[in-house]
């Protein structure tokens, strides 16, 4: 009941820290009915900050039965939203924004049940030089005997793919997808074109290049948690097909300059190609005189750098402290060290320390010791 719900997570108590590893053993005791019927679905509800930046398995029992929904944090607040989408994309489920209740509520009892794309397969499922050619890939990956791609706002699916023309497979010509929303389930086969002999595809074929781009970046962002392994890849991405986006910057070149001081080939029909290659030809006489140059430059920039530090130290070495090495009973504010002597075996020390006052005193065969504050 709602009651119980609200008492158990009541009783929960947070010491700070945060184990993601702990998600796989969970998972499987929830799928279990070792204790008692099995959970029919389960809400992760984390920040995915792990204090090891460790990441859970998902591998193990249960993971493949029990749909595990994913509650995101809002944006911008201390989570790794990138981790929490990695857990809903290989679990094979949805996740839903926390700020919004009810679709999250909708999501886990059935009542709204999301459009997903759960499968991509080509006519070459068989062949094992397709399956193992790094140039044929496809968005989402055909590889995959399970993926949970959900469709756009507008109910829109999107795939890609690419492969070489001349390889030791034939290019595929037929794809079938897998659609299933709650229990249902079905399968749409769709005739793929072949490419143009002639090469001719003109605006088309930049178009289809550039979207496939796109849908490749998407995949990154959640096949993948780590931010710096997205950013390799989705780097490279978008640099081979020639896009601007948030990895990347598009440098419009039209002067030979630019593309001598990017170390950039300069296309044979570019307008400014043939000044380029005399440039190139220029530049590669006085290569010598301008790398020594940027060696002054930097030289000089470092030594800068070095002898202002320099200066700083040495001030900071030579300026005289005030009340250096005085006591503090003569306005010193070090450590004030007094002793005197007596005759026989007594012996009187009093030492600063901070704000308290260590005495000691000793006579005879027996000592004593003082301490004020």
Not at 252 to 258: D, F, H, K, N, V
């Amino acid at each position: 009941s709602l009651a119980e719900i609200k008492a158990a997570l009541a009783s929960l108590r947070y010491d700070g820290g945060t184990d993601l590893r702990l998600i796989d053993p969970l998972i499987a005791e929830a799928a279990s009915a070792e204790h008692g019927p099995p959970c029919s679905a389960a809400v992760l509800v984390s920040d995915g900050l792990d204090n090891l930046k460790a990441v859970p398995k998902l591998s193990g029992p249960g993971t493949a039965e029990l749909p595990v929904h994913v509650a995101l944090p809002p944006d911008g607040g201390n989570s790794n939203l990138a981790v929490l989408r990695w857990i809903a994309r290989q679990l094979g489920t949805a996740c839903a924004p926390l700020k919004e209740p009810d679709e999250l509520a909708a999501l886990v009892c059935g009542d709204k049940m999301q459009v997903l794309l759960t499968r991509l397969q080509t006519d070459l499922h068989d062949n094992l030089a397709a399956f193992e050619d790094d140039a044929f890939q496809t968005c989402p990956d055909f590889r995959l005997s399970h993926v949970a791609v959900p469709t756009d706002a507008d109910g829109a699916l999107r795939v890609s793919g690419v492969c070489a023309l001349s390889g030791a497979h034939d290019a595929p010509s037929a794809l079938r997808l897998t659609i299933c929303r709650g229990g249902q389930r079905v399968d749409i086969d769709l005739p793929v074109p072949p490419p143009p002999v002639d090469g001719s595809e003109g605006s088309l074929g930049r178009l289809l290049e550039v979207q496939h781009a796109l849908l490749a970046l998407r995949e990154l962002k959640a096949a993948f948690w780590d931010p710096k392994q997205v950013t390799e890849l989705a780097t490279a991405t978008v640099c081979d097909a020639g896009i601007a986006s948030e990895f990347s910057s598009l440098i419009l070149l039209s002067q030979p300059e630019q593309f001598c001081d990017n170390e950039i080939i300069c296309p044979a029909d570019h307008p400014a190609h043939g000044r380029w290659l005399a440039l190139v030809a220029e530049r590669s006489k006085t290569k010598a005189e301008r790398e020594e140059a940027a060696a002054n430059v930097s030289r000089a920039k470092l030594h800068g750098l070095v002898k202002q530090l320099a200066g700083r130290y040495k001030e900071m070495s030579e300026a005289a402290v005030p009340h250096w090495g005085k006591l503090v009973s003569q306005g010193g504010k070090g450590k004030g060290v007094a002793m005197s002597a007596r005759g026989g075996r007594g012996m009187s020390c009093g030492m600063s320390l901070g704000g308290g006052m260590l005495s000691s005193a000793g006579g005879g065969g027996g000592e004593n010791f003082r301490c004020e504050g």
